[in-house]
């Protein structure tokens, strides 16, 4: 079974600080993904990796960067904070670019 | 750019009724469709997917969704729902080649007693 983790389930941090969301698979994947989920819009893509040290933009990458140092780990960093970036954050990998395969989840509060 | 409606926000059932949650897709020459499942408090499973071959796909546990071309449409349908069902819905789609997955807003399956 493909498990992809990540590290909290509920964070909650205050306007202004360095938030980092770590994504790891086990499944030795070359494709990685971040997106935030909020209601009534669906999932948008933040970033995505197809390789080690490789980032491309998504849809909605303003406000966020990403670190990819090793195949199984891609992080997600919120250089600052910000009230409107309380969302679900979901990770996903796959082999292929077709089935993805997604963490639980972080559910992020900013206050 | 792909994009993916799904016109229902919310489907309210009641157990053992049939349901069909609609999706449709903007024309391409060739999609990948997928179904994924959302449980509270969880990440998205992959429901069924149709890559090519058969327009009719079928999950394990008795959902089916049928690939029709012609009215770019991706419904998923269940003839007998359960308690169990009651979950979030996400139609997405994928173009060929290297192109990213496109999601739907999500539709919230409710299923009662």
């Known amino acids: 079974d493909v498990k992809v983790t990540q590290s909290s389930r509920y964070l909650v941090k205050r306007t202004g600080e360095k938030v980092f969301l770590e994504c790891v698979q086990d499944?030795?994947?070359?494709?990685m993904f971040w997106y935030r989920q909020d209601p009534g819009l669906g999932l948008r893509l933040i970033y995505f990796?197809?390789?080690?040290?490789?980032?491309e933009k998504g849809d909605i990458p303003e406000g966020y960067s990403v670190s990819r140092e090793k195949k199984e780990r891609f992080s997600l960093i919120l250089e600052s904070a910000s009230t409107n970036q309380t969302s679900m954050y979901l990770c996903?990998?796959?082999?292929?670019?077709?089935?993805?395969?997604f963490g639980p989840g972080t559910r992020l509060l900013v206050l | 750019a792909q994009s993916v409606t799904q016109l229902d926000s919310q489907v309210p059932v009641f157990e053992e009724a049939p349901v069909e949650l609609r999706c449709n897709y903007s024309?391409?020459?060739?999609?990948?469709l997928f179904w994924y499942v959302q449980y509270p408090n969880q990440g998205l499973q992959l429901l069924l997917k149709?890559?090519?071959?058969?327009?009719l796909v079928e999950s394990i546990n008795g959902f089916e969704a049928e690939f029709n071309k012609s009215q770019t449409s991706f419904h998923l349908r269940k003839p007998s729902v359960h308690i169990s069902d009651t979950a979030e819905y996400f139609c997405a789609v994928k173009g060929t080649g290297f192109q990213k997955l496109v999601f739907g807003t999500g539709t919230r399956l409710l299923v009662s007693p």
């Open positions: 149709y890559l090519s071959g058969s327009t």
């Open positions: 996903a990998s796959s082999w292929s670019l077709e089935t993805q395969y």
């Open positions: 024309s391409s020459v060739s999609v990948y």
């Open positions: 990796s197809y390789d080690v040290k490789m980032k």
């Open positions: 499944m030795d994947h070359e494709n």
